[in-house]
């Protein structure tokens, strides 16, 4: 059963940008029960416009020498480590990290700066999660070790291919569970969000990517933040040593394993 998601937690006022110790923890608690929260418009129309025509410029040149690499129409691409992306907002918006650290501690690391785009006449991905589980030979339910913070860079609609997700208890599920059949029979949700939103998730949680019937792309932009002992595959982010150092103490503590004074990806 597929509807359409709402926000879990209250979005905090315009101009602060800040929630109360309550409403942190509410918002944690809501990612450990239901496997994600939402805060509704929180990046400013005019930033978002701005990255939108950054990103668009950049993916353009990644599509026509890259083919799709998650499905028909559909592209993963490493976002280049300079401004506009690179924005305390996103990279370390305040608002985000409170619930991130709560919930994998304020020592995580974010170790993956990219995003994910449908173009006009992609398809259903197959249900996922997008991490491994720690002892999937068990039937424990662990706490937190990794989530990712989605920005949606447009109006996620029910045309553009929104991402559909299985919350309410997937992100808990033990190993050598069938997906591909239990998900039909579950309770699912489309991610009908305003464009400048946070969503941040559990990336144990299932979920996929639905068919873009727009005519324009739909990007989304995506970082994970996880415990520091967490060890994954993604490359390395490319920072150079003079970006990294004008970064902030919070933001380079963030990046702080990543590929120091290495090149730029994706930059043109």
């Known amino acids: 059963m597929q509807q359409t998601m709402t ?5 905090p006022e315009e101009k602060s940008q800040a929630l ?3 409403e942190v923890k509410m918002a944690a608690e809501a990612v450990r029960m239901n496997g994600y929260v939402v805060f509704e418009s929180v990046l400013p129309r005019e930033q978002i416009a701005e990255l939108h025509r950054e990103f668009l410029r950049v993916f353009e040149a990644y599509v026509a020498r890259t083919d799709p690499n998650r499905g028909e129409n559909r592209y993963q691409m490493h976002l280049p480590f300079v401004p506009p992306f690179i924005d305390p907002a996103v990279i370390a918006n305040p608002l985000a990290l409170a619930v991130i650290e709560e919930l994998v501690g304020k020592d995580c690391v974010c170790h993956y700066f990219a995003s994910d785009t449908p173009l006009p006449g992609s398809d259903y991905q197959k249900v996922h999660s997008d991490i491994q589980l720690l002892f999937p030979e068990t039937t424990l339910s662990l706490p937190a070790y990794s989530v990712v913070l989605n920005i ?26 069938d997906m591909q059949r239990l ?3 579950m309770h699912s949700e489309r991610a009908l969000l305003p464009a400048g939103s946070l969503l941040i998730r559990d990336m144990r949680m299932w979920h996929r990517g639905t068919p873009n019937r ?6 989304n932009l995506a970082l994970i933040y996880s415990r520091p002992w967490l060890k ?3 490359p390395p982010i490319g920072i150079p040593t003079e970006t990294y150092e004008s970064l902030s103490e919070r933001a380079r503590h963030l990046f702080r394993f990543e590929n120091i004074g290495g090149p730029v990806v994706n930059a043109v």
Do not use: C, K
Request: aromatic share 6%; no cysteine; charged share 15%.
């Open 183 to 185: 998900a039909p029979t």
């Open 232 to 234: 994954t595959n993604y």
């Open 214 to 219: 727009s005519q324009a792309p739909r990007p």
């Open 7 to 11: 926000a879990t937690a209250v979005p």
């Open 152 to 177: 949606p860079l447009v109006d996620f609609t029910e045309e553009n291919g929104p991402l559909e997700i299985w919350p309410g208890g997937t992100h808990l599920m033990p190993g050598g569970v």
């Open 20 to 22: 109360t110790p309550d």
